[in-house]
């Protein structure tokens, strides 16, 4: 079996090694800028322009992540990798409202499709702050206090499925709590506040919990205690500052959809108290 860290020394000095990198952003950018030109076909105005600077910009640490400025067998490039694929680039990629932008440019009939999938009970529960906090933050801890771990360094298989989990459980938890896209049955702000609260205090002990045990954990590894010490650091404080982009997304969210509320309402009143002519 081919070890991973033998992968990097094969693809460290490669030029094709930038190659996926490069198609990550060029398909990914692409396909959401034909989008944005439909929805303006469509609709009659711009997408919003701020939206479509998130989406690239979660392509690009995608990206980032997969390229060879990442591809070392340290701990502190592991753990790098891991925070801007499931922290990160699924913040800006949500925050993208890439399925607000699907909804918009799609045929009435696709579109009620993609509702009806949003809808279902398969979804809700998936999507829940509190199962998506469990996929991610858990998801971690089953990694580093595991054999897990050591296994993705040995097989390129495993290590490419530990990575795409973690950007799917990345983006649907930040998806559950500061997503701007529509969701049906979305738990309210309390919920989702306690839930990013809960997630965020676990991941920084399991940060902790690394800095105090290096050179034990992960298991199976031999990772110098300096190393591997670095690596915790990364995940503490890169833990809080993706922690604090969450509440300011939530909160911002909620404060826009609260002011559209209150001009609807307006709206509304405006109407009925119209006398008739």
Request: charged letters at 10%.
């Amino acid at each position: 079996m081919t070890t991973h860290a033998g992968h990097h020394a094969a693809t460290g000095a490669d030029p094709g090694a930038w190659l996926l990198p490069l198609v990550v952003v060029l398909v990914t950018a692409g396909i959401y800028l034909v989008g944005t030109w439909r929805w303006q076909l469509r609709r009659g105005r711009a997408w919003d322009p701020w939206r479509t600077a998130s989406w690239i910009a979660g392509a690009v640490g995608v990206a980032l992540a997969l390229s060879p400025l990442t591809d070392s067998p340290t701990a502190q490039a592991h753990m790098v990798q891991h925070l801007l694929l499931g922290m990160l680039a699924p913040v800006a990629l949500v925050l993208g409202a890439p399925v607000t932008l699907v909804l918009g440019v799609l045929r009435p009939d696709a579109a009620r499709v993609v509702t009806a999938i949003l809808r279902t009970p398969a979804f809700h529960l998936l999507s829940h702050p509190v199962t998506a906090a469990v996929l991610n933050v858990g998801g971690m801890f089953v990694l580093y206090l595991t054999p897990l771990y050591a296994l993705s360094t040995e097989s390129t298989a495993v290590h490419h499925l530990v990575h795409a989990h973690f950007l799917i459980a990345g983006y649907l938890f930040a998806w559950a709590i500061a997503g701007p896209d529509p969701a049906p049955r979305r738990p309210g702000m309390a919920t989702r506040v306690v839930v990013l609260i809960i997630a965020g205090a676990a991941h920084a002990y399991l940060a902790k919990l690394l800095y105090a045990r290096a050179g034990e954990l992960p298991p199976g590894t031999d990772y110098a205690v300096a190393d591997m010490q670095a690596a915790a650091q990364w995940m503490y404080y890169g833990g809080d500052v993706v922690d604090v982009m969450l509440a300011v997304a939530l909160f911002a969210t909620w404060l826009r959809r609260r002011s559209r509320s209150r001009e609807n309402l307006g709206v509304g009143s405006a109407v009925v108290g119209t006398p008739r002519t």
